[in-house]
């Protein structure tokens, strides 16, 4: 079955970077787009980022546009999210989502969510 | 950037009644729309995409309709399992924006 894994969430300083982890099995991992999605607790869900199945094509939301980046292993079937400059409005569940294909395509599997804390 | 917005924000339905939830997008989406359900404490599921076909497991209480910028979530007898959170997603273009969410509550 399809599992997805976060790790790397915690508490971190304004300013400072950190990077998620995701774990993916259960499925051709290679043939798939991912993404990362977040949630402020309480609050709606907010679309971070995508890349294509093989890496060659990623995009951003605006708000975190030049600060965060995505990346993935697909030898190790692992996703990154490498997050820089964090500011407290960082602070949200973060979650890794399968697309439903390789491109740009809605989240069929989620992971559980990682929380970040960004304070001081 | 494209811009969904959901309405009611919040929807009181007796068990077993139906419910139809609206989601509207600031420029055509044509049919590259998704709808999730989210439950307390867990991650969203996928419910539809393109408007109207239904993921893997999803019942047939289900339904969607619409295009271009105006579409709908029909839950056509609601059970104790269906109050949650539904949210609509475009995915027409690069930015996959949400919509704002819809509550569904017991009334």
């Known amino acids: 079955q399809v599992q997805l894994v976060e790790s790397g969430g915690g508490v971190v300083q304004p300013g400072r970077s950190l990077t998620l982890s995701c774990a993916a099995s259960g499925f051709t991992f290679r043939n798939f787009a991912m993404q990362w999605v977040r949630q402020v607790p309480g609050k709606g869900l907010e679309w971070l980022t995508l890349?294509?199945?093989?890496?060659?094509?990623?995009y951003y939301a605006d708000s975190v546009k030049g600060r965060f980046t995505i990346s993935r292993d697909n030898s190790k079937n692992m996703l990154y999210l490498q997050m820089d400059s964090l500011t407290v409005a960082d602070t949200a569940v973060y979650y890794c989502?399968?697309?439903?294909?390789?491109?740009?395509?809605?989240?069929?599997?989620w992971g559980q969510g990682t929380l970040v804390t960004v304070s001081s | 950037e494209i811009v969904m917005t959901q309405s009611p924000v919040t929807l009181s339905v007796s068990p077993g009644e139906g419910a139809t939830l609206t989601c509207g997008a600031s420029?055509?989406?044509?049919?590259?729309l998704a709808w999730y359900q989210q439950k307390p404490g867990q991650a969203p599921k996928l419910l539809l995409y393109?408007?109207?076909t239904r993921a893997t497991g999803i019942p047939a209480r289900f339904s969607g309709s619409g295009s271009e910028t105006n579409f709908t979530l029909t839950i056509s007898s609601l059970q104790s399992e269906d109050f949650a959170v539904y949210y609509c997603?475009?995915?027409?273009?690069?930015?996959?924006?949400f919509g704002g969410g819809t509550k569904v509550e017991i009334k």
């Open positions: 420029q055509s989406v044509t049919k590259n």
């Open positions: 393109g408007v109207s």
């Open positions: 989502a399968r697309g439903a294909g390789p491109m740009i395509v809605p989240q069929d599997y």
């Open positions: 997603q475009h995915y027409n273009t690069w930015s996959l924006a």
């Open positions: 890349i294509y199945y093989d890496g060659s094509i990623e």
